[in-house]
């Protein structure tokens, strides 16, 4: 821990977030290919006079009109025999200027309209946004056709009217970040201490809209370069400079196609495109590091898992209806050391009986539920243990034959019932489709029946089978959720912290549906939870786990009464008990290890009160009590060991 | 009345929920406060209980004055704060004295901001940037809210934090300006089990060493029963018992207090017990149900409680509820 936080001790300078910056935008090749391209190009702007062979506009004889390129001319000659390549460099000038300058304006007017839009909201919102629509569907290049025609078309104006014009994607963008800012706690907070507008704004809405704004700033830029090339294209352009587009003008205007002189249209419009396409390929480059959700998730399902087969591993088909052996999962990603998230994990589960399995975030308890029924992302992959359903060893079968266990044998109740459910589509529906897909020969005529049963059974109304998830309270989506889990008749649940976000009566509700659906169809649930109290009220066993591994397995009233592991001691003095008011609650100091930072010995040593030399050093193997199958993974736990639980200070001090 | 520290009076707030079809005049409101009471102490510790939807979170955010009451007033050492402008709040220190800590610590910090800057701002906020003891505040408040030594945090971002030191990131923030009162709208239920109990013992501990009351919001009564002095059960806007801690617990009076305190759940399966089990879940509050708002969930109602909307009932100094079968 202590070395994790002195080496992510920052700098704040500049300099130093450019630094960082740098290091995550190199990842991405396409934006350092774009980013290429463009340093090149602004290089070739700048040192035009350098690099360009001839001067600026320069004739160098009359008769070389529409020369082929040649060692003199590497880009040809055009009518007025003009070297292409000089101009071409020096047409970049312009070209890139018009474009800085105009999405410059188009950035602040945008900035400007999106921030006080989405701010203030409103009369404001609505005066500003109405104004930007209208601007939206007036098409802008017939517009600056007008505009410029009407005006001078000097460099200056023409500026002016494509930065004027193109604020519109801006503002939208910028208003509908700005609105999701504003609805988020950390304002509510800096309101709540009495933070001004301004104040609210400066350091926190623009910090949040400043990456959005800086990727917009990039396509915008990309698009006057496009519209400054359209409109000289067409003849209104600057007439005393000669950009990209110009170049195009009067190559095209002055017989450059029917001469055959293709160079003196390709090499401008090249020179648009390379800018474009390298503007377009840094935009992508910089989204992808200021928008850290389009990084490839390590949850992303992409290639199957390829099981490393162990060795020595011979399959001991098992009597439970449910089996796990010796499970290890582990997160592997291209250039790390794999985390290690479930190391050596065993239980068993029989027809009709609980198993509740305690931990906190980051224990690997949901990586575990999601090991058993083969879905784990990528990244996780079993490296050792097997997973027995009624005596089939799942972690051998292919994916057609697993997804005919999934859900009507082994199905799952997910956490968050406002996300596992489509916002779009009835409850009924979602239900209907959860057996269509898991048993395809099933008589559709019989579905509706079947939907109304599971919704009974759950005790939500038949009524309720034709309504959205939006139109359920979160108890009700919950109990949607499983009935969906029962519709194939599996024998074992796996519910997944059904109960987290719930209030403690709608909690209890769930808990006495899920115990009666238990007695009523002898299901078999694994019951995954935080909350130790849950357990107690109806779990018959319990696996502890602490860092990915089993800190202690047991019946219900041993873990309460008899626990050897210091980890469940510690939790269990940690929970509030009403039996036992004013008594203060104990906390367990420090926090959860990090699965990329293990401790070497014991993962639980660093924070307990009873750990010695050897649990810094040696990590425990699991350890069988007595003969009820109480398992403990502590180096107390030790047949013969004598040494007593007794209370030591921690040893790391944070 | 004598001068209390906090004093809420009536306090109602009602939000225009629309008209119930196009064509209807009158419109539709949510009570979402619908007239609460009740008083707060120095250092004093006040739990509010109910479960969503309930108005807790709504009555936080009238006495932080970022919504405005509909009736009834909060006075605060004497003095009415219930309709003052974000200006007036901010010149009478109010924004200083009375700090809020919310449920989610992912969202509650900005994750642009170093933890320095994050716990600096209040004071950027109040003018007090040039005070000299500035560096000293920043890291006592640190250091208070348990991120210790505070160097090691000063310049990390939220998302290299956890859960637990986030809240205290949150804490620190708060305590930074030396509040008089803490309002905490479940601060812990998102955090894991065994830093709960820290945090909660932190609150504890800032009372003590501070000075400082806390009303703390939470649909658990059981993760805050050890360390309130009082609890307030709320019920669709309106508290239906409220009493010292052990009143509440031992002399339970409200039949909802009753069924949300045997479903608490007991850490000992050699305690498993009967739980009241409340069908449905609370009415919307668009239709409040007519007489005790609590009877059609109620399992002892009887016929008058249809009718007749329960006063409070005085049992003890402290102790009150509202429920007709008190009444007999």
């Given at each position: 821990m202590q070395a994790t936080l002195q080496t992510s001790e920052q700098n704040n300078s500049l300099a130093a977030r450019l630094l960082v910056f740098w290091r995550v935008f190199k990842k991405s090749r396409t934006g350092v290919i774009g980013l290429g391209m463009l340093v090149f190009m602004i290089l070739v702007a700048i040192f035009a006079p350098l690099i360009a062979p001839y001067g600026r506009l320069e004739t160098i004889s009359v008769s070389d009109i529409y020369r082929p390129p040649n060692a003199l001319h590497i880009f040809g000659t055009d009518d007025a025999g003009q070297d292409v390549f000089s101009n071409f460099v020096y047409g970049a000038r312009i070209s890139l200027t018009v474009g800085f300058f105009a999405a410059f304006i188009s950035i602040i007017i945008g900035g400007i309209f999106g921030l006080v839009a989405g701010f203030f909201g409103g009369r404001w919102e609505n005066f500003l946004m109405r104004f930007t629509d209208i601007m939206l569907v007036i098409p802008d290049l017939p517009l600056m056709v007008v505009i410029v025609a009407l005006t001078k078309p000097s460099l200056l104006n023409i500026i002016f009217v494509i930065g004027l014009l193109g604020w519109t994607t801006t503002a939208r963008v910028v208003r509908s970040q700005t609105l999701a800012v504003k609805s988020r706690k950390f304002v509510l907070r800096a309101r709540a201490i009495g933070a001004g507008r301004g104040h609210i704004v400066s350091r926190h809405i623009l910090p949040m809209v400043m990456p959005i704004l800086v990727v917009q700033a990039v396509l915008v830029i990309s698009l006057a370069i496009l519209n400054e090339s359209a409109l000289a294209f067409l003849g209104l352009g600057d007439p005393t400079t000669l950009s990209w587009g110009q170049m195009l003008n009067y190559a095209f205007g002055r017989g450059a196609m029917s001469a055959g002189a293709w160079w003196?249209?390709?090499?401008?419009?090249?020179?648009?495109?390379?800018?474009?396409?390298?503007?377009?390929?840094?935009?992508?480059?910089?989204?992808?590091?200021?928008?850290?959700?389009?990084?490839?998730?390590?949850?992303?399902?992409?290639?199957?898992?390829?099981?490393?087969?162990?060795?020595?591993?011979?399959?001991?088909?098992?009597?439970?209806?449910?089996?796990?052996?010796?499970?290890?999962?582990?997160?592997?990603?291209?250039?790390?050391?794999?985390?290690?998230?479930?190391?050596?994990?065993?239980?068993?589960?029989?027809?009709?009986?609980?198993?509740?399995?305690?931990?906190?975030?980051?224990?690997?308890?949901?990586?575990?539920?999601?090991?058993?029924?083969?879905?784990?992302?990528?990244?996780g992959q079993i490296v050792d243990g097997r997973v027995f359903f009624k005596g089939v060893d799942l972690t051998a079968l292919n994916e057609e034959e697993m997804n005919k266990i999934r859900w009507s044998g082994i199905s799952i109740v997910f956490q968050g019932a406002m996300n596992a459910l489509n916002p779009v589509r009835t409850v009924g529906d979602q239900i209907a489709e959860a057996i269509i897909r898991h048993i395809p020969t099933y008589p559709r005529e019989a579905i509706p029946a079947r939907v109304t049963e599971l919704l009974d059974l759950v005790g939500i109304a038949a009524d309720h089978r034709d309504h959205f998830p939006h139109q359920y309270s979160g108890g009700m989506r919950q109990r949607a959720l499983i009935a969906m889990a029962l519709a194939c008749n599996p024998q074992v649940i796996i519910a997944d912290e059904p109960t987290t976000a719930l209030d403690v009566m709608i909690q209890a509700q769930i808990l006495e549906l899920l115990d009666s659906l238990r007695k009523k169809l002898g299901l078999a649930i694994v019951f995954v939870t935080h909350d130790l109290g849950v357990v107690a009220e109806m779990c018959d066993k319990v696996l502890v786990m602490y860092g990915g591994v089993t800190a202690e397995y047991a019946d219900v009233d041993v873990i309460y009464n008899d626990a050897k592991h210091p980890y469940t001691v510690e939790l269990l003095k940690a929970f509030p008990d009403l039996t036992k008011p004013k008594k203060k609650l104990s906390s367990i100091p420090g926090y959860p290890p990090r699965l990329d930072a293990l401790p070497a010995g014991c993962r639980f040593a660093p924070r307990c009160p009873a750990a010695f030399d050897r649990c810094h050093t040696q990590q425990p193997s699991l350890h069988r009590i007595g003969t009820h199958g109480h398992i403990a993974s502590c180096h107390l736990a030790e047949v013969g060991s004598t040494v007593p639980l007794r209370r030591i200070a921690p040893r790391t001090q944070k | 009345m004598s001068k209390e520290f906090l004093e809420v009076q009536g306090l109602k707030k009602y939000f225009e929920a629309g008209r119930p079809s196009l064509f209807s005049k009158d419109t539709r409101s949510v009570h979402a406060v619908d007239g609460v009471d009740f008083t707060l102490r120095r250092s004093e510790v006040i739990a509010l209980v109910g479960e969503s939807g309930c108005g807790k979170s709504t009555l936080a955010l009238l006495l932080m004055g970022l919504e405005e009451p509909t009736a009834g007033s909060i006075k605060f050492e004497g003095m009415d704060i219930t309709h003052l402008n974000d200006h007036q709040r901010k010149q009478k220190d109010l924004r200083r004295k009375i700090q809020m800590v919310f449920q989610d610590p992912y969202e509650s910090l900005n994750p642009t901001q170093t933890i320095e800057e994050i716990v600096t701002e209040p004071l950027l906020v109040h003018g007090m940037l040039n005070t000299p003891d500035r560096e000293e505040r920043v890291t006592k408040a640190l250091e208070d809210a348990g991120l210790k030594p505070a160097d090691v945090y000063r310049k990390r971002y939220p998302h290299e934090l956890s859960g637990g030191q986030r809240q205290r990131v949150v804490i620190a923030a708060a305590l930074v300006l030396e509040p008089e009162i803490i309002l905490a709208d479940e601060p812990v239920s998102m955090l894991d089990v065994s830093i709960r109990a820290e945090f909660i013992n932190l609150l504890a501990e800032l009372r003590i060493t501070r000075q400082i009351a806390v009303i703390f919001i939470t649909h658990d009564l059981g993760s805050v029963g050890f360390f309130a002095d009082r609890v307030a059960v709320m019920y669709l806007g309106r508290i239906v018992e409220i009493g010292t801690m052990l009143e509440v617990l031992e002399k339970t009076q409200h039949p909802y207090t009753k069924a949300l305190i045997s479903v608490i759940p007991v850490p000992n399966p050699r305690l498993r017990h009967e739980r009241i089990i409340l069908q449905g879940e609370t009415p919307n509050p668009i239709n409040i149900p007519s007489g005790c708002r609590f009877h059609p969930r109620c399992p002892v109602a009887i016929e008058a409680c249809a009718l007749t909307d329960p006063a409070m009932v005085t049992l003890s100094k402290t102790h009150q509820s509202a429920c007709l079968l008190l009444v007999k």
């Amino acid at each position: 821990m202590q070395a994790t936080l002195q080496t992510s001790e920052q700098n704040n300078s500049l300099a130093a977030r450019l630094l960082v910056f740098w290091r995550v935008f190199k990842k991405s090749r396409t934006g350092v290919i774009g980013l290429g391209m463009l340093v090149f190009m602004i290089l070739v702007a700048i040192f035009a006079p350098l690099i360009a062979p001839y001067g600026r506009l320069e004739t160098i004889s009359v008769s070389d009109i529409y020369r082929p390129p040649n060692a003199l001319h590497i880009f040809g000659t055009d009518d007025a025999g003009q070297d292409v390549f000089s101009n071409f460099v020096y047409g970049a000038r312009i070209s890139l200027t018009v474009g800085f300058f105009a999405a410059f304006i188009s950035i602040i007017i945008g900035g400007i309209f999106g921030l006080v839009a989405g701010f203030f909201g409103g009369r404001w919102e609505n005066f500003l946004m109405r104004f930007t629509d209208i601007m939206l569907v007036i098409p802008d290049l017939p517009l600056m056709v007008v505009i410029v025609a009407l005006t001078k078309p000097s460099l200056l104006n023409i500026i002016f009217v494509i930065g004027l014009l193109g604020w519109t994607t801006t503002a939208r963008v910028v208003r509908s970040q700005t609105l999701a800012v504003k609805s988020r706690k950390f304002v509510l907070r800096a309101r709540a201490i009495g933070a001004g507008r301004g104040h609210i704004v400066s350091r926190h809405i623009l910090p949040m809209v400043m990456p959005i704004l800086v990727v917009q700033a990039v396509l915008v830029i990309s698009l006057a370069i496009l519209n400054e090339s359209a409109l000289a294209f067409l003849g209104l352009g600057d007439p005393t400079t000669l950009s990209w587009g110009q170049m195009l003008n009067y190559a095209f205007g002055r017989g450059a196609m029917s001469a055959g002189a293709w160079w003196a249209l390709v090499f401008p419009g090249f020179g648009v495109v390379w800018v474009v396409l390298g503007l377009t390929l840094f935009g992508q480059g910089l989204e992808q590091v200021l928008n850290p959700r389009l990084d490839t998730h390590h949850l992303m399902p992409s290639r199957p898992n390829v099981r490393k087969e162990a060795a020595n591993a011979k399959p001991i088909p098992s009597q439970a209806l449910l089996e796990v052996q010796n499970l290890s999962i582990h997160y592997v990603n291209e250039g790390q050391l794999p985390a290690r998230a479930v190391e050596n994990v065993s239980f068993s589960l029989n027809e009709g009986e609980l198993l509740g399995l305690v931990g906190e975030s980051g224990c690997g308890k949901t990586t575990l539920m999601l090991a058993l029924l083969q879905l784990l992302p990528s990244a996780g992959q079993i490296v050792d243990g097997r997973v027995f359903f009624k005596g089939v060893d799942l972690t051998a079968l292919n994916e057609e034959e697993m997804n005919k266990i999934r859900w009507s044998g082994i199905s799952i109740v997910f956490q968050g019932a406002m996300n596992a459910l489509n916002p779009v589509r009835t409850v009924g529906d979602q239900i209907a489709e959860a057996i269509i897909r898991h048993i395809p020969t099933y008589p559709r005529e019989a579905i509706p029946a079947r939907v109304t049963e599971l919704l009974d059974l759950v005790g939500i109304a038949a009524d309720h089978r034709d309504h959205f998830p939006h139109q359920y309270s979160g108890g009700m989506r919950q109990r949607a959720l499983i009935a969906m889990a029962l519709a194939c008749n599996p024998q074992v649940i796996i519910a997944d912290e059904p109960t987290t976000a719930l209030d403690v009566m709608i909690q209890a509700q769930i808990l006495e549906l899920l115990d009666s659906l238990r007695k009523k169809l002898g299901l078999a649930i694994v019951f995954v939870t935080h909350d130790l109290g849950v357990v107690a009220e109806m779990c018959d066993k319990v696996l502890v786990m602490y860092g990915g591994v089993t800190a202690e397995y047991a019946d219900v009233d041993v873990i309460y009464n008899d626990a050897k592991h210091p980890y469940t001691v510690e939790l269990l003095k940690a929970f509030p008990d009403l039996t036992k008011p004013k008594k203060k609650l104990s906390s367990i100091p420090g926090y959860p290890p990090r699965l990329d930072a293990l401790p070497a010995g014991c993962r639980f040593a660093p924070r307990c009160p009873a750990a010695f030399d050897r649990c810094h050093t040696q990590q425990p193997s699991l350890h069988r009590i007595g003969t009820h199958g109480h398992i403990a993974s502590c180096h107390l736990a030790e047949v013969g060991s004598t040494v007593p639980l007794r209370r030591i200070a921690p040893r790391t001090q944070k | 009345m004598s001068k209390e520290f906090l004093e809420v009076q009536g306090l109602k707030k009602y939000f225009e929920a629309g008209r119930p079809s196009l064509f209807s005049k009158d419109t539709r409101s949510v009570h979402a406060v619908d007239g609460v009471d009740f008083t707060l102490r120095r250092s004093e510790v006040i739990a509010l209980v109910g479960e969503s939807g309930c108005g807790k979170s709504t009555l936080a955010l009238l006495l932080m004055g970022l919504e405005e009451p509909t009736a009834g007033s909060i006075k605060f050492e004497g003095m009415d704060i219930t309709h003052l402008n974000d200006h007036q709040r901010k010149q009478k220190d109010l924004r200083r004295k009375i700090q809020m800590v919310f449920q989610d610590p992912y969202e509650s910090l900005n994750p642009t901001q170093t933890i320095e800057e994050i716990v600096t701002e209040p004071l950027l906020v109040h003018g007090m940037l040039n005070t000299p003891d500035r560096e000293e505040r920043v890291t006592k408040a640190l250091e208070d809210a348990g991120l210790k030594p505070a160097d090691v945090y000063r310049k990390r971002y939220p998302h290299e934090l956890s859960g637990g030191q986030r809240q205290r990131v949150v804490i620190a923030a708060a305590l930074v300006l030396e509040p008089e009162i803490i309002l905490a709208d479940e601060p812990v239920s998102m955090l894991d089990v065994s830093i709960r109990a820290e945090f909660i013992n932190l609150l504890a501990e800032l009372r003590i060493t501070r000075q400082i009351a806390v009303i703390f919001i939470t649909h658990d009564l059981g993760s805050v029963g050890f360390f309130a002095d009082r609890v307030a059960v709320m019920y669709l806007g309106r508290i239906v018992e409220i009493g010292t801690m052990l009143e509440v617990l031992e002399k339970t009076q409200h039949p909802y207090t009753k069924a949300l305190i045997s479903v608490i759940p007991v850490p000992n399966p050699r305690l498993r017990h009967e739980r009241i089990i409340l069908q449905g879940e609370t009415p919307n509050p668009i239709n409040i149900p007519s007489g005790c708002r609590f009877h059609p969930r109620c399992p002892v109602a009887i016929e008058a409680c249809a009718l007749t909307d329960p006063a409070m009932v005085t049992l003890s100094k402290t102790h009150q509820s509202a429920c007709l079968l008190l009444v007999k």
